[in-house]
């Protein structure tokens, strides 16, 4: 994984060593192993990825964006916890 790759370049090659894994240790052609690995929930969820909105952003980007809705998540429940509302600021 590159940092200047898109979501949808990372998501297509980790489909990719998977479904050759797989045509390797199976002897399938490629195009089958790929269908089989697609089937799966973890094939479907990089398809998501990968033709989804998320899927021309940079990954740099997009690990930013989930590290901030973690953190404001996290935020979330302690505020919670502690019967107070939660303020965030937003940066950028």
Do not use: C, W, Y
């Not at 790759?5 to 990372?10: C, I, K, N, T, Y």
């Amino acid at each position: 994984m590159r940092e200047d790759q898109s979501v949808a370049e990372m998501a297509n090659e980790v489909l990719m060593r998977q479904a050759k894994a797989r045509a390797e240790r199976s002897g399938e052609p490629i195009e089958e192993a790929m269908e089989v690995v697609l089937d799966t929930e973890a094939g479907k969820l990089l398809k998501e990825l990968k033709d989804g909105p998320l899927g021309e952003e940079s990954v740099e980007e997009t690990q930013v964006e989930v590290a901030r809705e973690r953190a404001e998540e996290r935020a979330e429940a302690l505020g919670k916890r502690l019967g107070e509302a939660p303020e965030f600021r937003t940066h950028g």
